[in-house]
């Protein structure tokens, strides 16, 4: 089963809205990163958290993270049109050899 | 500075038919990965290669082999292609292994 599971699954806004995606996991990890992809284009890395962190932020953008529950947010504030793509988180886990991507969360903004 | 490369772009093999996917990076990192990414699936780690002289088998690493030919160029290979292995392939290198990655352009793969 998939380490990272994203909600939700599609995301409709307005431009100047925020938007809120989440990732949950089952084990436990070194580090979560979230990453964008462009329709038919390769990720771009967004933003890093390391385990012992517990939000950090980048531009309009702000990453949480919950051990404890075993969960992160990303939020992108004041979206753009060209938000417009799929979310993915990335989870480095602790046992040898696990990176781990959701499944997505595809936003769509709208001018 | 390139990035990360990969070759081909668009490829159509037959059942049987063996290729490989080469990718290369030029931003001399230790870390180089290979991941495919199916509909709905999100991506899934198929091999790796943590630092130059090593590879280890990700989530799905049946059907494929790798060579990390030297630090800067990492290929898959599929020995004989299935229809299940139609995908979207891409190659990502990072500077350490669990760091940022930097994704390649990716290689659509169809298998008939």
């Known amino acids: 089963s998939q380490q990272g599971e994203e909600d939700p699954q599609a995301l409709s806004i307005q431009e100047g809205e925020n938007a809120t995606m989440n990732c949950s996991y089952k084990?436990?990890?070194?580090?979560l990163q979230w990453y964008r992809q462009n329709s038919g284009r390769g990720l771009v890395h967004l933003i890093l958290?390391?385990?012992?962190?517990r939000e950090k932020h980048s531009g309009r953008l702000r990453v949480t993270l919950d051990t404890s529950k075993k969960s992160s947010s990303l939020l992108i504030t004041a979206s753009r049109a060209a938000d417009t793509a799929s979310y993915f988180c990335?989870?480095?886990?602790?046992?040898?050899?696990?990176?781990?991507f959701g499944q997505g969360t595809i936003l769509t903004v709208h001018p | 500075n390139a990035g990360v490369t990969q070759t081909p772009k668009f490829q159509v093999l037959k059942t049987g038919q063996s290729m490989t996917l080469q990718c290369a990076q030029d931003?001399?990192?230790?870390?180089m990965y290979w991941y495919r990414q199916d509909p709905g699936m999100g991506l899934r780690l198929i091999y790796y290669?943590?630092?130059?002289?090593?590879?280890d088998k990700g989530e799905v690493p049946n059907g494929y082999n790798v060579s990390r030919l030297n630090k800067r160029e990492f290929s898959l290979r599929l020995e004989s292609a299935a229809p299940s292995q139609t995908s979207v392939y891409f190659c990502?290198?990072?500077?350490?292994?669990?760091?940022?990655?930097?994704f390649g352009p990716g290689t659509r793969l169809t298998v008939t």
């Open positions: 990502a290198s990072s500077e350490m292994w669990q760091f940022e990655q930097y």
């Open positions: 084990t436990s990890i070194n580090n």
């Open positions: 958290i390391r385990s012992n962190e």
């Open positions: 990335c989870t480095g886990g602790t046992s040898y050899g696990k990176l781990t």
């Open positions: 931003m001399n990192h230790n870390s």
């Open positions: 290669s943590a630092s130059e002289g090593t590879t």
